[in-house]
């Protein structure tokens, strides 16, 4: 079995934040488990930390060690699913469909699971029930 990552849920992985802990207690109950991540986490995941430094919620070289802990993961744990321009037209499709004036990046987040039959699993209540709603595998972690 394998899951579907998306960014919200690995950056609280990686970056201390109040759904940390749960988010930690929900992977090392997996075990066994394979997780896959985009193309497309890599670079909001890196927008991410960006903005965190930016805001100053983050240091420099917690941002460069949060960096290099997804790199490490992305490099053997974790599949890197590369996104296909017909995911980025499902996305279009869910986009549309969606009644929840769903986001661009978690259209193509929701299409990349459902194009890769995976539970896309996230910490954004939103996508979730977009998801749900669109007759996409969800789970709300955290």
């Known amino acids: 079995m394998r899951l579907y990552l998306d960014t919200s849920l690995v950056v609280s992985a990686l970056v201390q934040e109040q759904a940390s802990e749960a988010v930690h207690d929900w992977l ?26 930016a805001l100053n919620e983050i240091s420099a070289g ?3 060690e949060a960096q290099f802990q997804f790199d490490s993961l992305t490099a053997g744990e974790f599949d890197v699913l590369p996104v296909t321009r017909g995911e980025f037209r499902i996305g279009a499709n869910l986009a549309g469909l969606s009644l929840q004036g769903l986001r661009a990046g978690d259209a193509l987040h929701l299409a990349i699971a459902k194009s890769n039959t995976l539970t896309l699993c996230t910490r954004d209540i939103k996508l979730a029930a977009a998801g749900t709603d669109l007759g996409c595998s969800t789970q709300l972690i955290g």
């Open 62 to 64: 917690l941002r460069e």
């Open 28 to 53: 090392a109950s997996r075990g066994g488990i394979r997780f896959a991540v985009s193309d497309w986490v890599v670079v909001e995941f890196a927008a991410a930390l960006s903005r965190k430094r």
